[in-house]
């Protein structure tokens, strides 16, 4: 008897339909990778500034906000202004390099300037702020 010997096929895996799926992940991890905040989630309404310029969202900021009541943060975290020399001083050189005032333009100047010179008093030499682009008219 001579039976038919069928060679079974090896399954065939649809390679296009898995680059597609693939391709989809990686972007949908790349777009979900890239939103991060630069700014602590503080409401500060900024002052505008005609001649403000935009700084690359990379670099990593430690900033100093003061609130319209006064508040001071640094990096999101209330201290005191008395407090705020020696946090200061405690953050890494790096950190230290790359610090920011970011202040609420309803804060009082009083308090803007304690904070001022506290962080000059911590060895802070160049302070940038952080501002609005003005509207244009």
């Known amino acids: 008897m001579n039976f038919a010997v069928r060679k079974r096929r090896a399954p065939l895996i649809i390679i296009v339909s898995l680059v597609d799926i693939l391709i989809i992940l990686l972007i949908f991890f790349v777009v979900?990778?890239?939103f991060k905040k630069d700014q602590p989630e503080v409401q500060i309404n900024l002052p505008e500034s005609k001649t403000a310029t935009k700084a690359p969202?990379?670099?990593?900021?430690?900033?100093v906000?003061?609130?319209?009541n006064d508040q001071v943060q640094l990096d999101g975290k209330s201290v005191g202004?008395?407090?705020l020399e020696t946090a200061v001083r405690d953050l890494p050189a790096e950190r230290k390099s790359t610090l920011a005032l970011q202040a609420d333009r309803k804060a009082?100047?009083?308090a803007i300037i304690k904070v001022m010179d506290?962080?000059?008093?911590?060895g802070v030499k160049n302070l940038?702020?952080?501002t609005r682009e003005a509207?244009?008219?």
Not at 57 to 63: L, V
């Open 108 to 110: 009082s100047w009083g």
């Open 57 to 63: 969202a990379e670099t990593e900021r430690a900033i």
């Open 81 to 83: 202004v008395e407090e």
């Open 118 to 122: 506290a962080l000059k008093l911590a």
């Open 32 to 34: 979900s990778t890239t």
């Open 65 to 68: 906000s003061v609130d319209e």
């Open 135 to 137: 509207a244009a008219k």
């Open 128 to 130: 940038p702020s952080f």
